[in-house]
């Protein structure tokens, strides 16, 4: 059984975002999730947040899954609108500020542990 979360424009570049993804990738859940309660990056109190929507959308397609079984298989982050504020520089001149967002999306899976395909998808 596979789910899927997703996050639309979140406040934080989709770089910094890649940094956390890249360490819960194709790990068991529950140690994903001790992973994020304990990592020091902004992003991670949003991506544990979304790991946990994964996890009941998984429970709410199938009716009661098994957590224990269940691994990220899909864990990616891209970019998203860039919003523009204009700050004073000197001489009446003015710089752009680019305030970065991103759209990430985790996957939960079972089928890694009854042997089937990672990813597949239709």
Partial sequence: MEAIAKVKSLRGSARKARLVLDQIRGRNVIEAQNILTFSKKRAAKAIAKLLNSAI??????????????????????????????????????????????????????????????????S
């Fill in 56 to 121: 009941a959308n998984a429970t709410s397609k199938e009716g009661k899954a098994d957590i224990e079984h269940m691994t990220v298989f899909k864990a990616f982050a891209d970019d998203a609108q860039i919003d523009r504020r204009w700050r004073m520089r000197a001489h009446g001149r003015a710089t752009i500020v680019r305030k970065r967002n991103c759209h990430i999306t985790i996957g939960v899976s079972d089928a890694h542990a009854e042997g089937g395909t990672l990813g597949s998808e």
